[in-house]
């Protein structure tokens, strides 16, 4: 069996930092619909069910903001803005794959089961 305990320190300050920054309500969502390439505002809340037009405009400054996501304006009419994930949140595909593996693997309802599996 593999080992998987942390050989360093307990508490990183960049860990706790990349928790909160994704584990922030609908930024994983957001995230994840970028990976599978959804760019336009509109499409990315119609992608996400329950998400608000406000929370979504917040979330996508907050991305930008940390160089995760870049928006795009084209001058066209109507005005058409695009959001990209940069190199930065494109590093990110391998941890948003590795969270929806353990989300199938232990939430999500299995054949013997309808009930969501959990952990004791």
Known sequence: MEDHRIKH??????YQKTIELIGR???????????????????????????????????LKELEEEGIVERHVYPETPVRIEYKLTPKGEDLAEIVEAVSRWAHEWLAPHESTDEVRTVS
């Open 25 to 59: 309500r609908w930024t994983g969502a957001i995230i994840r619909a970028l990976l599978s390439g959804v760019n336009r505002f509109s499409d990315l809340r119609e992608s996400i069910p329950d998400l608000s037009d406000r929370m979504l405009s917040e979330r």
């Open 9 to 14: 320190d307990v508490f990183c300050p960049y």
